[in-house]
């Protein structure tokens, strides 16, 4: 079955740095348009970034671009966030999820096939 299993999480001060990992499983990786989304209490969970098959696009929320990097190693079935100038309004919930949609920008829940279980992230002020 599939899994997607994210790694990387934990406390970091405001201005710091996280590097979330995504490690696929049971799945055609790099057939399928991969995503970041989070989730903080009380919200609903948001888009963060998303990258296409090959990663040669990248697409990211408005809050955090510039911030915020989208990767992908297909050879190790692998994608990566990583985080850079943490703010505490980035404590959330961090999920990855798989798309099976043609077109790489995509940042609705909806259009995810895979989810994984999610990863804390807290960034103290």
């Known amino acids: 079955q599939v899994q997607l299993v994210e790694s990387g999480g934990g406390l970091v001060q405001a201005g710091g740095s996280l590097r979330l990992s995504c490690a696929a499983s049971g799945l055609t990786f790099d057939s399928y348009v991969m995503g970041w989304f989070r989730q903080a209490p009380g919200k609903e969970r948001e888009f963060v970034a998303s990258?296409?098959?090959?990663?040669?696009?990248?697409y990211y929320a408005d809050s955090v671009k510039g911030r915020f990097v989208i990767s992908r190693d297909n050879a190790k079935d692998t994608m990566y966030l990583q985080m850079s100038s943490l703010k505490p309004e980035d404590t959330a919930v961090y999920f990855c999820a798989a798309s099976s949609m043609v077109i790489s920008n995509v940042r609705s829940v909806y259009e995810y096939d895979y989810w994984g279980q999610g990863t804390q992230v807290t960034v103290s002020s």
């Open positions: 990258i296409s098959w090959s990663g040669g696009s990248t």
